[in-house]
């Protein structure tokens, strides 16, 4: 087909899916009654402006500029089908472009601008997700250990070579026998007095680096943690001093081989994100300068003295990896524009799709069916309050940075390991329903739930386990619950518990237990005191068990019977604090149509949550069997609400077409569209 003829197409289409958009009783189809709404006529109508205009940070214009630019760049786009090599060098491609094309340099916002930061690896993400990781690893883990990890004399030799991507780098932190106990590495780093030196080695297969982003080919230094070894002049003859984390040249500036004493593999083709270069590195007796180590922390001098302003190793680890959590802020930020992406998919889809009706009526749109619904819509719930909680996240983020301030960086350290944990396991769930609600062609590969699904699987995974990090967040919060015992402060995030503890663990209230009227169960207090109620209880009960157990198991064996507690603890908690920030979203929004659509869909978050734990709520009685029935079918109830208004709150993401480019997205022309994909 003549080019000319095929963009007048593409033009008749797209003005005809506008006008959808304008007019969308011309194309949805008709909408089944059900009896639940037929109590309730007054139908709720949303102001779709005025509340993507709430929703908009303040860096949409930044992420329009990288769609743009990608958008007039087709040579840039990733082909749904490419091999591993291809698309490897097409990230690579994607990366320089953005860096010495488009002109936009993320690594200067790495520690200025965080939010800004954030929202490049968002847009960047939905160009290819492989693009994003390519790029955090090169800004945030790379080149964030070297600004982070390191002092002024770092800074002045790499921030120019690491963001105009002359230096390319890895972030080789986990090794073949040790990813989660990071504290168990034992790659070493013996100091050599004689020449200044640090000797970088790989005392075994099992200390091999592994998985280690932009290793396999592209590149040239990695930041190495590995165990700091100093001669001592005792009988041992040496002195462990911890993990510490040193820059290591890998790769030749200029014939880019590999340097004496570095050996490099390739991980191989993985499940997902393949135009990542993951390898492995094992050191043979490399030297480096003692400069190189990253010396913000611990230093090391010309006489081999150790120096540092904390006081033991594991403070020393503390700080460490606390310079690393903006990867987990950056996964949790990313995995939410994954969830909108699938959800505007498969909701647009839903409202497309007819399947069934009653006799001798049209079909309707399976979005209208209970059970499509109970899929999707609290689905949907979920992915406004996640927004708010992750916006809530890089502002507490950013602040961290700008202050430094202790308190706040224990917050952030909890609340993004909390985060990162909760939205990403979520969001690999969801994709899975996600893909089922839009049938077989939720299948096909053009409607990107199987990349989505592939690329985002990992998330779960890298930059600590989810399982890992909910266990340090019920730690953090069992520290502080001893800490209230003691006469101490609670921190600002969790001073819920402080306030109220003592009353949400008195006997529940056996009249309040039975209030089930809408008013009640739609009032914030009555939702978060449901929450706080359920994490009060269970840190408690938590705590005498621990204590219990460790007198015969000692503390590990206790944790570890505990475990399924504590991990159930840490969830409540999250839960907890996403719906408090939800709550003041809601009533933050100025505009009264918008905020009537935020409200409807933040009652719907906090009773399905509600209605999912709803035995833990029965057991003890702070609902009676009515009251919970009543929630549940206020939940039904509402989930129809907010299909009613599906449209508008998924247009309200204001995601471009290119993002959510799936053929079953695109409301008035999707079968068109999808047909002329197999070649019709
Ligand atoms: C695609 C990809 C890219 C990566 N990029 C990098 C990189 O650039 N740099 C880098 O350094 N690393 C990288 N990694 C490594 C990644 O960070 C680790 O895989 C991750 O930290 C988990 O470690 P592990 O694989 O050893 O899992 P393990 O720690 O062995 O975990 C396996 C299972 O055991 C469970 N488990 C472990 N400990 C506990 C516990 N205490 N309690 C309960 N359950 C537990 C976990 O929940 C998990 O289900 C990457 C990995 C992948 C797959």
């Known amino acids: ?244 984390a040193f820059i ?71 700080a460490t990896l606390g310079e690393l959590v903006g990867g987990r802020v950056a996964l949790a930020y990313s995995s939410v524009g994954v969830l909108k992406v699938s959800a505007t998919i498969a909701i647009r889809y839903s409202l497309l799709r007819q399947q069934f009706g009653p006799p001798k009526q049209p079909e309707v749109s399976i979005l209208d069916y209970q059970s499509q619904q109970h899929k999707l819509m609290p689905m949907l719930a979920s992915t406004y309050a996640y927004h708010f909680a992750t916006v809530y996240l890089v502002e507490k983020y950013s602040e961290m940075k700008k202050t430094n301030d202790e308190q706040l960086v224990a917050d952030v350290h909890a609340l993004s390991a909390g985060l990162k944990s909760y939205i990403t396991s979520y969001t690999a769930k969801s994709l899975s329903v996600c893909r089922e609600a839009c049938g077989g062609h939720g299948y096909a590969a053009v409607n990107r739930f199987g990349s989505l699904r592939n690329d985002h699987d990992i998330f779960q995974t890298f930059e600590g386990d989810n399982t890992v990090l909910l266990q340090q967040v019920a730690a953090d919060l069992l520290k502080r619950y001893q800490e209230k015992f003691r006469g101490g402060t609670l921190t600002v995030t969790w001073s819920y518990l402080r306030e109220s503890m003592s009353s949400y663990l008195a006997q529940p209230n056996p009249v309040t237990a039975r209030w089930e009227g809408e008013d009640h169960l739609r009032d914030p207090k009555f939702q978060l005191d449901a929450f706080r109620y359920r994490t009060s209880r269970l840190l408690q009960s938590v705590a005498m068990r621990l204590k219990k157990h460790s007198k015969t198991l000692g503390t590990f064996g206790a944790w570890n019977r505990c475990l399924n507690h504590l991990l159930t603890l840490a969830e409540s908690h999250i839960e907890s604090v996403i719906l408090a920030k939800f709550i003041e979203a809601v009533r933050n929004c100025p505009d009264p149509s918008a905020r009537a659509g935020l409200k409807l869909v933040c009652d719907l978050y906090a009773l399905d949550r509600i209605w999912n734990d709803i035995g833990t709520y029965r057991n003890v009685d702070y609902v009676a069997p009515n009251k919970a029935k009543a929630i549940h079918k206020l939940a039904e109830y509402l989930s129809f609400q907010v299909r009613n208004v599906a449209k508008e709150l998924v247009d309200a993401f204001e995601l471009p077409d290119h993002v959510t480019r799936a053929p079953i997205a695109m409301q008035a022309d999707a079968y068109a569209q999808y047909t002329q994909v197999v070649g019709f």
């Open 1 to 244: 087909m003549a080019v000319e003829a095929f963009s007048e197409i593409a033009a008749a289409r797209r003005i005809q899916r506008l006008s959808s958009h304008i007019s969308p009783a011309l194309t949805e189809p008709p909408q089944l009654q059900t009896e639940a709404c037929s109590s309730r006529s007054k139908k709720l109508v949303v102001n779709g402006q005025a509340l993507s205009l709430y929703m908009k940070g303040k860096h949409r214009d930044i992420q329009e500029k990288v769609h743009e630019f990608y958008n007039s760049r087709p040579d840039l786009q990733t082909p749904l089908e490419i091999s591993k090599e291809d698309h490897r060098e097409l990230c690579m491609r994607q990366l320089y472009a953005l860096v010495r094309e488009a002109g936009i340099r993320p690594f200067r916002y790495v520690a200025d601008d965080p939010a800004k930061y954030f929202a490049i690896m968002e847009a960047v993400g939905s160009v290819d997700m492989s693009f994003g990781i390519k790029m955090g690893v090169q800004y945030s883990l790379w080149g964030g250990s070297v600004i982070n990890l390191g002092t002024k004399k770092h800074r002045d030799k790499y921030f120019d070579g690491i963001d105009n991507l002359d230096y390319l780098g890895c972030f080789a932190m986990t090794e073949l026998h040790h990813g989660s106990n990071v504290q168990g590495l034992q790659t070493t780093a013996t100091f050599d007095p004689i020449t200044d030196e640090f000797v970088i080695n790989t005392p075994h297969d099992g200390a091999i680096k592994w998985w280690i982003g932009n290793a396999a080919v592209h590149g040239k230094f990695a930041t190495v943690f590995a165990r700091l070894i100093l001669p001592t002049h005792d009988t041992k003859g040496v002195s462990d001093m911890g993990v510490h």
């Open 248 to 318: 290591v040249p890998i790769r030749d500036m200029k014939t880019h081989q590999t340097l004496p004493g570095v050996e490099i593999q390739d991980c191989g083709q993985k499940v997902g994100l393949n135009g990542v270069d993951n390898g492995a590195l094992r050191f043979r007796s490399v030297r480096i300068p003692r400069d190189n180590l990253l010396n913000r922390f611990g230093d090391v001098s010309r006489d081999g003295k150790y120096t540092s302003s904390l006081p033991t190793i594991n403070k020393r680890f503390g």
